[in-house]
C-alpha cells in the first residue's frame, strides 16, 4: 500500500516500546525513530559542556548553538550534535538520570518536537516516545500506548542493564523508573498520558512477538476499506446534519472526546439510553469521523415510509422480544468488515434517567464482532425528552466520547456465555466513569 504512515508508539521506560517500534518499523517499512534519543542527546551536550542540567537558562543558549544533523542508517534515524555522534553513550546512566529534568524543560521541548516533525519528510515513520500521539502527530491514525507494571517493567530494564555490563542492583532500577514516571507524568509540559484515540496495550505476560501482532493486527483494521454499502451516504449527511441543527438550537448540543472513535476499521459505540434523542444526538456527532450504523425496534419499518428511510441510512431492524440472531449477525458481519456500529447496552430506554444494567446479548455482540468499544456517556438527554416528558424540552444536553476499550482488554475477561456478562458489566462501568467525570468538571473540550 502506497500511503504514508507514521505510526505513533507512546508509553513509560522499559514498557517494550522500543523493540516493538523497531520490529513494527521493519515489518511496515517504515523508518524508526527514538524521540527519547533527542532528548538524551540534548542531556548528552549539556553534560559535555558542564551545563546545569537543571537550570533552563543555562541550557537553553547551548541548545541554540548547537548544530544538529539527521541521516537514515540500517532503516533508523541517526544524528550528530557539532558533526559527534554521541552513540552509547546516550544510555549511560549520568545520561539516564538527567534526561527527566531536561525533557521537562518547555524550550527543549520545543526544539525537539520541531525536529521531530521535519523527519516526516523522509517517509513513513514508526516512532516511539511519551508524547509522539499527543503533540508531535496528534492526527495520525495509527496511535498506540504501551504499558506494563512497574516490577515487570523493572525487571526488563535491569536485564538490559546488566546485559550491557551495569552494575546497578534490581531495586534500585525500579526506583529509578518510579522516580522517571513521576517527573514524566506531572511536568507542565507534554506530561506522559495517554493520547486520546490511542489504543492501549498492556505488554505485562506478553513477548514482542505478541505485542508486534496485537499492534500490527490494529493497523489492519484501521486500514481496512469502510463497509458502508447498506448506508445512502447522501440521505445519511441530510439526516445527520438535519438532526445536528435541530440540537444545536433545541438543546445547545456539546460533544467531547470525538478524537476517541476511530476514523476507520470495525468499532462499536456504545451508549447509555436515556431518550428519544439519544439516537440522533449520537449519530449527529459521530458524522463528523464517520458514518454508524444503528439498531431499532422492528415495529418502526411497518410503515411504508419510515421501512424506506431507515434502510436507506442503514438502521438494522432488531427483535427486541426475541433473541434476533438475524440483527446479531448483520451486527457482527459490519464490524468485521470494519464499519461502525452504535449499541445501547441496556436495551431501552431508562425509566428515570440512572444507568440501567446491562442486557445480556451485548456482551456476545461484543465479544463476536472483535472490535474495540467506545464508551459514551449522553448527560441532560432524560431531562430534555424522556419516556414520560411532555415532548421536546431546550435542556442542555452533552455527548462524552471515553477512551477505546479494546479487544486485548475485553478477551482478557474470559471466554463464553460467562465472560458476555462481564463484557457488558465492563462497557455499562465505563460508561459510568465518564458520567461521573463529566458532572465533577473533569471533562473539558
Known sequence: MNRQRIIA?????ASGKSTVTREVAKRMNCIYVDSGALYRGVTWKMIQEGVNTKNPLLVLPVLLKSKWKFEVRNG????TIDGVEPGEALRGKEVREAVSDIAAMPAVRTFVVARLRKLKKLGSLAME???????VFPKTPYKFYLDAN?????????????????TEKAQEVLESLQRRDQKDSSRKTAPLKIAVGAYVIDTSGHDIE??????????????????????????????????????????????YGLQNVPKTGGVIIASNHASYIDPPAVGACTYRTRMTHFMARDTLFKKGFMNWFLHKVGVIPLDRDKGD??????????????????????GTRSVDGTLQPPKPGIGF?????????VPVYIHGSYEAWSKHSEGWKPNPVSVIFGNLITQEEIRGLGEGRDAYGLIGELIMKRIADLKENFEKGLIHE
Not at 533508523?76 to 544524528?79: E, L
Not at 516516545?129 to 503533540?135: F, Y
Not at 440483527?327 to 441496556?346: N, R, Y
Open 76 to 79: 533508523a534515524v541517526a544524528f
Open 9 to 13: 508508539i507512546d508509553g513509560p521506560a
Open 210 to 255: 505478541e505485542v508486534t501482532r496485537i499492534l500490527m493486527g490494529r493497523i489492519a483494521e484501521l486500514e481496512k476499506p469502510r463497509n458502508d454499502k447498506m448506508i445512502n451516504p447522501i440521505w445519511y449527511s441530510m439526516t445527520c446534519n438535519f438532526f445536528l441543527i435541530c440540537l444545536q438550537l433545541k438543546n445547545r448540543i456539546k460533544f
Open 325 to 346: 440472531i438475524k440483527a446479531m449477525k448483520t451486527a457482527i458481519a459490519l464490524l468485521k468488515d470494519g464499519a461502525s456500529v452504535a449499541l445501547f447496552p441496556e
Open 129 to 135: 516516545g511519551r508524547d509522539i500521539a499527543s503533540v
Open 150 to 166: 512497574p516490577e515487570e517493567r523493572a525487571k526488563r530494564r535491569h536485564a538490559e542493564l546488566v546485559a550491557s555490563g551495569e
Open 365 to 373: 455482540l461484543v465479544a463476536k464482532g472483535n472490535a474495540p468499544v
